[in-house]
């Protein structure tokens, strides 16, 4: 029951902050950002291929990667924990595996 009730929150979450991104609210804080962060920490420990695709998203885009780890600096532990489990660092070791594998 509780997951049938928090998958939905994090996908509302999740998308509101995508949709608030380009818009300037006069917040004391970008709404977005924080919108987006709360999504995917309530939606990486529910759903596998949600953390895969954020995974490859933060491997593919370091500079995305760089800021939500800036932002993650202040947030709650389930951010935290969300972005230990979507750290890239196990895609670059793979790739560089394949590169050191393809060059004999």
Not at 6 to 16: D, H, K, M
Not at 27 to 33: E, N, T, V
Not at 47 to 57: D, E, G, I, L, Y
């Amino acid at each position: 029951m509780k997951n049938f009730l928090l998958v939905p929150a994090g996908w509302l979450s999740f998308v509101s902050g995508v949709l608030l991104l380009p818009i300037p609210l006069p917040l004391p804080f970008p709404a977005g950002p924080v919108l987006i962060l709360l999504g995917c920490a309530i939606l990486t420990p529910r759903s596998k291929p949600f953390r895969r695709a954020v995974q490859r998203v933060r491997y593919r885009f370091s500079w995305l990667s760089n800021g939500m780890d800036r932002l993650a600096v202040r947030a709650p532990s389930s951010v935290k924990v969300m972005m230990a489990q979507t750290s890239p660092l196990a895609l670059k070791r793979y790739a560089r595996l394949r590169e050191f594998r393809s060059n004999p």
